[in-house]
């Protein structure tokens, strides 16, 4: 029962071996994980040409600067010198101009290149996990998903956004700065080099511990996320069990393991800003007390050494900028290593890559060929067992058997949600296997046991059911699965919210939409996965009646535990332990005395109905 998770001591996220291996190869290569984010950064490859462009002109703008300087120091500030003075502070506002404005239109570009990359991941990220079989969905946890596609990929969008322009400018401004040191002093910049190494190899260092550490913050902040998405969805059910207390104090725990996760992250980037920052401004004032000898000497004029120490603080500040841009750089490698995980998982069930099509002509004809099957994630545990029958077109079959029988796995093999280990499964005369699974839930109308309600109108909650019908036929359909006996009295009828889950809804209520939706679609095939349990007798009667309507002239395959909806049934196929054990009418299987009678003996009584 899912609701005893808070009852339960912390358990690590699913997946939590294939998600060390996957992150191993970010420990040895951290940036690597950002290559798989480069095709959605080249589609836009004016924008960064631009942003490029800007980004030159205003680093341009900056290291015109020290020139000035130099040129006032070495021969400005005597009384002749005062319109010399003024042309040099003149020109200075003129570069400042420029510098603004080349340095907001960076911004801009840059900053808004992230938001659409960030978009389109999140885009590409969603419409591929929408494709992904359900049985990846068996072993993942819905929060860790979530968490992956909204706070991953906020942490990529800061580094496409501030941090890509912070970058890009200190990194230009850096390589300028260094190239007009060795200009000014090639004798102070060979100094320089000699420090750099200083320097390089803590960022690395640092860099491979902010990763580490990132990641781990990340996939512990999901877990957290996922374990929430469960308990709120779960909230009625921890109330009514008086599990608030217990749901508290592990989310608590939770929490609290994501907060020292991150409080380690962010001890690593101090360290590894603190490291850099000493290391930057102590070599420079080496460097300076080095040009000042030289002056002293005569060597260097003091012009030229105030000219070197400006491209040398320049280097410095953006190398130390580059510091603290690295972690937030190495955090978004790790987020992006973790969505690399999601987009190279490839669904199990995919189509051929010449797919077979399906008759033009719909017939409904399904045929399952000495099945077999075990779901993935119990593999050593057969759920069907050599099952074989045929349903003629229009026939009308009922699958009746105890829980766990296999009954709902004939319609997850016929959605083609998996492949069988073993036989076939045909519909139409066509291999399901061989078709493209689209087409083929094209073909087929399911009424889920389970209903899903999306937290839209009751319109749209219907149209799911066939996205391009209009007002009219799903009010139509609506009609018939008896949706309108509530929906009319509601505040905007059709158009009414009706919250989360359908939450607003009562169980029989949610129900209906889901065979309102089955009579939209409109296929020659229905499947009814205990279509009416969850109605009143009153209702359930109505609804039959139009369901009975709504199946003239289409095969209908129907799982039941109440064996009074399948008295009318062509055929009725009891399954045992994965296996079809009986099989015929009502009348001549309670006759037979086996499970059925034995079944239909507890609900009809003695005289098996």
């Known amino acids: 029962m899912t609701q005893a998770a808070p009852f339960a001591g912390p358990k690590p996220a699913p997946q939590a071996a294939k998600a060390e291996a996957a992150s191993a190869g970010s420990r040895r290569g951290s940036l690597k994980p950002l290559v798989s984010l480069v095709p959605f950064v080249v589609r836009y490859r004016g924008r960064i040409l631009a942003a490029l462009a800007a980004l ?123 190239i007009m040191m060795v200009v000014t002093s090639p004798w102070l910049s060979a100094m320089v080099l000699g420090a750099i190494p200083l320097i390089v190899l803590p960022l690395v260092a640092f860099g491979r511990l902010v990763s580490r550490r990132s990641r781990a913050a990340q996939d512990t902040l999901a877990d957290a996320s996922a374990y929430a998405v469960e308990a709120i969805g779960a909230a009625r059910t921890l109330q009514a069990f008086t599990g608030e207390s217990a749901a508290r104090s592990r989310f608590a725990e939770a929490v609290e393991h994501a907060f020292v996760a991150a409080r380690q992250s962010t001890e690593a980037r101090a360290w590894l800003t603190a490291a850099i920052i000493f290391l930057v401004f102590a070599s420079v004032v080496g460097i300076l007390w080095t040009g000042a000898q030289e002056v002293l000497g005569g060597r260097m004029t003091a012009g030229t050494l105030s000219q070197f120490v400006l491209y040398a603080a320049f280097a410095a500040g953006a190398l130390s900028e580059l510091s603290q841009v690295w972690g937030e750089v190495m955090q978004a490698a790790g987020a992006a290593g973790r969505i690399a995980e999601l987009l190279e ?10 797919p077979v099509a399906l008759p033009r002509e719909q017939r409904g004809e399904i045929v399952f060929e000495d099945v077999s099957f075990a779901y993935p994630s119990r593999a050593d545990t057969r759920v069907l067992r050599h099952v074989s029958f045929r349903i003629a077109p229009g026939d009308r079959v009922a699958i009746v058997g105890p829980s766990g029988a296999g009954k709902s796995t004939i319609f997850h093999l016929l959605l083609r949600h998996y492949d069988p280990a073993a ?187």
């Open 423 to 609: 036989g076939r499964i045909l519909l139409d005369g066509v291999d399901l296997t061989a078709a493209d699974p689209a087409a083929v839930r094209a073909r087929l109308s399911l009424v889920p046991q389970d209903v899903v309600i999306f937290a839209e109108s009751i319109r749209e909650n219907i149209r799911l059911g066939r996205a391009g019908a209009s007002d009219a036929e799903i009010e139509r359909a609506g009609a018939l699965a008896l949706v309108d006996e509530f929906a009319r009295s509601l505040p905007q009828g059709y158009d009414t919210q009706i919250g989360e889950r359908g939450v607003t809804l009562s169980g029989g209520q949610r129900q209906r939409i889901a065979i309102a939706r089955a009579i939209l679609r409109d296929t020659k095939v229905m499947l009814l996965d205990e279509a009416t349990s969850a109605l009143d007798a009153e209702s359930e009667t109505l609804v039959q009646q139009a369901l009975e309507h709504s199946m003239e002239g289409r095969t209908s395959l129907v799982i039941a535990h109440r064996l009074a909806t399948v008295l009318g049934a062509d055929r009725i196929l009891v399954l045992e332990d994965g296996r079809i054990v009986e099989e015929g009418t009502h009348a001549s299987l309670v006759a037979a005395g086996g499970l059925y009678a034995r079944l239909a003996a507890l609900q009809f009584g003695a005289n098996g109905g």
């Open 345 to 354: 998982v490839e669904p199990q069930i995919r189509a051929p890559a010449r």
């Open 56 to 178: 030159v002109v205003a680093a341009l703008a900056t290291l015109a600067v020290p020139l000035a300087v130099r040129r006032m120091i070495d021969y400005g500030f005597g009384a002749e010198s005062a319109e010399f003075v003024n042309q040099y502070f003149s020109m200075m506002i003129v570069v400042a101009a420029v510098l603004a404005g080349a340095s907001a239109l960076r911004y801009y570009l840059v900053i808004t290149l992230g938001e659409r990359v960030v978009a389109d991941v999140r885009a590409a990220l969603f419409s591929h996990l929408l494709n992904l079989s359900p049985a990846f969905f068996d072993m993942q946890r819905v929060g860790e998903i979530a968490s992956r596609l909204t706070a991953d990929t906020t942490l990529i969008k800061a580094a496409f956004g501030a941090s890509a322009s912070v970058a890009l400018r200190n990194l230009v401004l850096f390589a300028g700065a260094a």
